[in-house]
Structure formats: C-alpha cells, structure tokens
C-alpha cells in the first residue's frame, strides 16, 4: 500500500445522491434506450457505470423498480465489490421496504469502506470514476448547472486517476479508458461554455489549458494496445476527437503547430484535422459509431463546406443511431448542413440569373431541427427551429412575408429559447428574434431584442452588426413619427457602440446612407451633447453619400465644429427631478399604462439617479424594463406632476412604487437630492416591512452607509454588457405584500 493513504479521499457510493437530471424527467425511456444502446458498443472497463447508471434509468421508470433491482443485483453477481451498485440496491431495497437487505448492504459498504489496502484504494477508484461517467452522460445542454456538473465530473476522474496512479494492480487499459473520458469532460466544458452567460470566469487561456490537456491525454488513448479486445474502438473515438481538436485549435489560433506525434499517426497527403477522422474510420472500419460518423460530418460542414460528404458522413451516424434522444445533435447539424446548401444554391442562381431554389431543403432542415428538439430541448436547437421557420416565411431575396404562420412559429420558437436557462442572455438568440420581428414590422420590439444582443456580447467581436439592428429599427421608427426622443436614444447606443467595439464606422456608415437625413439629426445631437468627437466619426460616413444634400449639410456641420469650440458642461447637479436646461434630456414616451402591481401601487419601479447619469437610465434602463418586460416605471423628468413641489412630488412616487431603483454612481452619492430620495426610499421600505430599495451599481463609488447591508447588482465593470436585467427582473415581478 502506498504510503500517505490514510489521507486520501473516500467515495460515497451510489447514483442516486448525484444531482442527475432523471429525478425531474417525466418520461427517461428515451435516456434509458440511449444507454442499452451504448452498452451494446462500450462494453469494457465502463460497462459497471453503464449498467448502475441503467439501474438508475429504470427506477425511474414507471413499475421500473423491480427491473432497476435484477439489473444491479445481476451487476453484483460479477462484480461482489462494486460500490456503487451496492449502493444503489441499498437505496431500492429502502424503498421496497425490503430492511433485511437494505441492512446487508449498509454493513457491506461500511465494511468496504474501513478497509485499508491497494484493493480497497482501486475499488474507491472505479466509484469515483463511475460517478464521473454518471454525470457526465448526464449533462445535456437542457440541464441545469451543466459548468459545474461537467467540473465536478473532471474532478471525479482526476481523483480516480490519483488513487491509483501508483498500484500495479490497476490495469494500464482501464486507466486509459479513464483519460479518454476526462478528455471528453474537458471538450465538452469548452463547449457549454459558450453558451453560459458569465465567460469572464472563463478565460481564453485557461479554456485552451484544458484542450491541449485533453489533446495530451487523447494521445496517450491512441496508444491503447489494438489487440485488447475493445482497443480498436477507444483508439478510433480517440483519433475523431483529437480531429474535432485540432480543427478548433486552427480556428482559434493561428499560431498552433500540430504535435508531431500526430502528424506522423496520419495520412501524409491530408490536413491534420481531416487526416484524424480518416484515420479513426480506418481502424474501426467494421464497428459502426455514429459518434465518430458525426464528428466527421460536422468538421466538414464547418472547415470546407463540402456539403456532400458532410451529409454521408451525417446520413450515416443517424443511420446507425436514428433515435432523436441518443443522436439529437446530429439532426441538430444536418438542419444546419440543409440550409447552408440552400443558401449556397440561392448564390449561385444570383450570381448566374437562374432562377430561385425550392424551399425542399428548408423544409428537410425544419425536419431536422424538429427530431433534434424532440432529443433535447436546448436554447440553441429551438432557436435553429425557429431560424428555420422564419427562412421559410419569407421570400428568400424581398424578405417579404410570405407565411405568417411560419412567421408566428419562428417567434414562438424563439421566444421558448429565451426561456430556458441562459437562452435570454444568449446574444444569438436575441439578434434571431430580432431579425423575425424586424421582418414582422414590429420594431419597437426588435430593437429591444437586438439591444439585449449587444449588451450580452462578452467577446465586443461577434456581434457588432447587431447595433447596426439597434440603430436601424430606432431610426425606421423615428421615421415612422414616432417621436423626437428617438433621436437622443440612437445617440446614446452609438456612443455605447463606440466604447465597446474597436471600429462602428462601417455600421454608421450603413446608417448615413439609409437614413441620411435623420442622421444628420444624430450628428447636431451629438454635438449638443458635447460628444463632437463622435459626432465628426459619424459626419465623415456622409463623405461620398449618393444625397448631395445630405453630403453639403453634413459637410457644413463639419466644418463648423473645426471653428467652433464645443461648449462647456455647466458641471451642476440637480435633482432626478429637474429637467436639463440644455434640453439634452428628451423625455422618454410612457409607455406601460398598468403597471404589474396595479392592485397595490401605481408604478412598479421609481428611479433615483443623478441626472448626470439620466442617459442610462432613459436609454438602457427603462427600454429593457419598460418596453420589453412590460414594467411600469416612475422617473422624474417624464412622470412628476407639475405645480407640486419637488419634496411632495419624491414622497408621493416612492409610496406608490412597488421598488425605488437606486442608480449608485459618484454623482448619485455626492447629490443632495438623491441622497433625500435615498432616505425616503428606506423610510417606506421599513415602513412596509419588505424590501422595497434595489440599490443597481453603474459606475464603481462608495456606497453610502444607509444601503451597504442591502445587496446590489453591480454593472460597474461595463454598464451595458454585465447587467443582469434577470435579477432585477425576478425582483419586481415577485408578489408584494399587503401595504398597511
């Protein structure tokens, strides 16, 4: 026995305290028929995972529990010592009141347990490493927690591998077996990342770590002895794996040089990421695994657009596991692959003048992206369904709606993405229902979702254009009459544009020459505003505009600004109350006219803020709570009643507001006026006995005294993009007492 063993960590068997998806599931026949079906291809040193977690499957099962019982009792029969099945049948023996047996296996796992030997350090090996296949078979991208689920899934393994890193009685094979799953839990980590909202907490850096480490333990995988009787097919799962890596590693970095180990392994006349999945075919040419098949397809798809063999590769991984719960993500990318060769003959009949493709492919994609929602309803599948009903609705070259009913279906879709976990701050989510709406006429509410888009965009890459969608849809509604204090909120998202990407003007530049005239009204904001620098960013779009008017004109402002120096901020701060002399503050339109609480107050939220800061809270705030979640609110500029004082006209709409929001920056904590508001706000919340203050962090201060106990969301580090409209939306929407 090793030394230093009394420190190492000991399991706690079973399945059933893990947190699985299947304690919520009505129906886990479809899981349950996806693990028979593995079982019958991954046989070997998982196979016990596999059978306690089938165990699991048919508990769950309606009248399951006797089959549950057989299958681990039979488990037990060949292997007397695993933990967890004993476990396991403990827990059902428990709830078939079967004491006797339910004690046997109590008193065999703690005799088990206390004891202190290399046999006993591997059986507490194969636990860990069983829960970490349990967890990780578990994760689907429809599962709650799927970050931590997949970590605590890496940590099992990497606890298993540590236990028995020095006991030859470990097979080197079963230990491999180990690594290629690791390696999985690490590939798979990168790929739930991306759509979880917090990526700050996942650094570039530290997401590669984990695939180069994953690429280390893969090449050990590969040298798996052919001969054993399932290394053929740990070596080809292996080879398409390293193949998905190394494509993703050539897209993320151009300076990564493919190991040597590789390059030597593959055929010569091949990229190193096809040469893998050939390689894989070729040493497991009779099993068939439609993994591999998918790995294979998908690469083509995304690196060389050779839709055909993306399509054989994909026909053949659904061929061989046509169920939509076990191979949903291959459906899930031909409905990609059906709609990319829709667009590429609708390329190719613009580029030739022939006429337009049929909408078959659509209708096959739509197929497609039905079977793979029926596998798993993730937001980023739903809302292929509904990218996909809304290519069908429209014309392919006019975007003129052709079906509503497709239409209407397209929006349904995307608004269930939305509502599933992380969906709302998914910023391709929101820029595709953005596109629906903008297709539908709605613009009020497409500029609401392309605005979430831009706030969500963590990476200031991805999704530039989106403000281009912002930006279009307010000024298609300016346009439409539907008043000035559009022009103040166009402003204010180029300026927000401005900080948070490297360059806009190629957006602005699309906006001068749509919307010439009103973006001239942009620029002589702007310059009002004293921002004249972006002013002259947007003025040099107008320099070869097809309206010679709009050219001269923005060239007179232009020349202008050299002459004249822009005007000084008076550096006063009133109360939230007081209007702007310089009238730079457009009042912003009511728009809710019931507020959610009607029965109990006359608005949801009042807004305490400098009016230094009254831009955020006109142009980000109220948009978002207002207009798309449907709040009614109270801010000073719009909703004061003139000829009451100030003091009467504060009191009055914190006693009638569900929630004061409290907009925290070193203007709100230097100004008089919000401090009052401040100790009104807290006054009524004690009062009431609820809490009633949300303090809302928009620039970094010292938080005053009276509201440090109370929790703040914080959208300090980047005012537009890390603002949690969820938090602060559960918190208006929750049900408020009866007012005394």
């Known amino acids: 026995m090793a030394e230093g063993s009394n420190v190492l960590p000991v399991p706690k068997p079973g399945f059933f305290h893990l947190d699985l998806f299947v304690k919520d599931t009505k129906d886990v026949s479809p899981w349950y028929d996806e693990l028979k079906a593995r079982l019958d291809q991954e046989t070997g040193p998982m196979e016990s995972a596999m059978t306690n977690l089938l165990g699991v499957f048919a508990f769950y099962k309606l009248r399951g529990q006797g089959e549950a019982r057989q299958l681990l009792e039979g488990l037990i029969q060949k292997d007397e010592n695993n933990l967890n099945a004993i476990a396991n049948i403990q827990f059902i023996y428990g709830h078939l009141m079967r004491a006797k047996d ?4 109590r008193d065999r796992l703690q005799e088990l347990l206390s004891e202190d030997s290399d046999a006993a350090r591997v059986r507490n090996a194969r636990c860990f490493a069983e829960q970490g296949y349990a967890l990780a078979f578990d994760v689907r991208d429809d599962s709650k927690d799927m970050v931590s689920k997949i970590k605590s899934a890496i940590r099992l393994f990497e606890t298993a591998l540590s ?12 230990c491999l077996v180990w690594k290629f799953y690791l390696s999985k839990c690490y590939w798979r980590l990168d790929q739930v990342i991306k759509h979880v909202q917090d990526k700050a907490l996942f650094a570039q850096g530290d997401k590669l770590k984990g695939l180069i480490y994953a690429q280390t333990l893969l090449i050990e995988v590969t040298q798996l002895d052919p001969c054993w009787k399932h290394g053929r097919f740990y070596i080809a799962r292996a080879w398409a794996l390293l193949g998905s890596l190394e494509s993703k590693f050539r897209r993320q970095s151009e300076s990564y040089e493919t190991p040597v180990y590789i390059i030597k392994g593959i055929p010569q006349t091949e990229e190193s990421h096809i040469g893998c999945f050939i390689k894989a075919v070729k040493i497991n040419p009779h099993i068939e695994d ?14 060389e657009h050779l839709y055909e063999k993306a399509r054989q590769m994909l026909d053949k991984s659904i061929e061989i596991m046509p169920g939509s719960a076990s191979n949903w993500v291959a459906y899930y990318i031909r409905s990609i692959l059906n709609i990319k060769q829709y667009d590429e003959l609708k390329k190719q009949s613009s580029s030739t003048g022939g006429s337009l493709p049929s909408k078959q492919l659509l209708k096959m994609a739509k197929t497609d992206a039905i079977a793979s929602c029926d596998g798993a309803a ?3 599948n739903i809302c292929q369904l509904g990218k996909v009903c809304h290519r069908l609705a429209i014309h392919p070259v006019t975007q003129v709606v052709e079906d509503w009913d497709e239409l209407g279906d397209a929006l349904d879709h995307f608004a269930l993405a939305l509502q599933l976990e992380d969906g709302f701050t998914n910023p391709e989510i929101q820029a595709a229902r953005g596109q629906c709406l903008e297709v539908a006429k709605e613009h009020e509410k497409a500029a609401e979702s392309y605005k979430r888009a831009v706030e969500n965009d963590v990476d200031n890459t991805s999704y530039i254009w989106n403000l281009y969608g912002v930006l279009k849809n307010l000024l298609t509604l300016h346009g439409n009459g539907h008043g000035e204090h559009y022009i103040a909120e166009i402003a204010f998202w180029i300026n927000e544009g401005f900080k948070k990407y490297a360059d806009i003007t190629p957006v602005l530049r699309n906006c001068a020459f749509k919307f010439g005239s009103q973006m001239i009204q942009v620029c002589q904001y702007l310059i009002d505003c004293d921002n004249s620098q ?41 109360p939230s109350s007081e209007h702007s002399e310089q009238g730079t503050h457009v009042k912003v339109p009511v728009i809710v006219e019931k507020p959610r609480h009607g029965q109990e107050f006359k608005y949801d939220f009042f807004v305490s803020h400098s009016n230094k800061d009254a831009d955020w809270v006109n142009y980000a705030l109220l948009p978002a709570l207002e207009v798309d979640m449907r709040f009614k609110g109270c801010v000073a500029d719009r909703d004061f009643l003139p000829g009451k004082s100030v003091f009467d006209n504060i009191i009055h709409s914190i006693e009638n507001s569900y929630k004061t929001l409290l907009i925290l920056t070193p203007n709100f904590v230097t100004s008089e006026w919000c401090k009052y508001e401040t100790e009104q706000a807290l006054m009524e919340s004690l009062k009431s006995k609820s809490g009633r203050v949300i303090p809302i962090m928009l620039h970094e201060c010292d938080v005053p005294a009276s509201v440090r106990t109370i929790t703040y969301l914080d959208v300090s580090h980047d005012a537009i993009g890390s603002y949690d409209w969820l938090k602060l939306k559960k918190a208006l929407e929750q049900i408020p007492s009866t007012k005394d």
Request: a neutral charge; charged letters at 25%; glycine letters at 4%.
């Open 102 to 105: 339910e004690m046997a296996c």
């Open 163 to 174: 236990l028995v890193c020095t006991i030859d009685a470990m097979t080197v094979q079963e």
């Open 290 to 303: 439609s993994e591999i098949y998918r790995r294979f397809g998908h690469m083509y798809l995304v690196h």
């Open 378 to 380: 993730t937001p980023f």
């Open 534 to 574: 972006l002013a002259e960013i947007c003025l040099k779009c107008f320099r070869r505009h097809n309206n010679s008017a709009c050219r001269k004109r923005a060239a007179s402002i232009q020349s202008n600004l050299l002459k004249e120096d822009a005007p000084e901020a008076s550096g006063i701060d009133g």
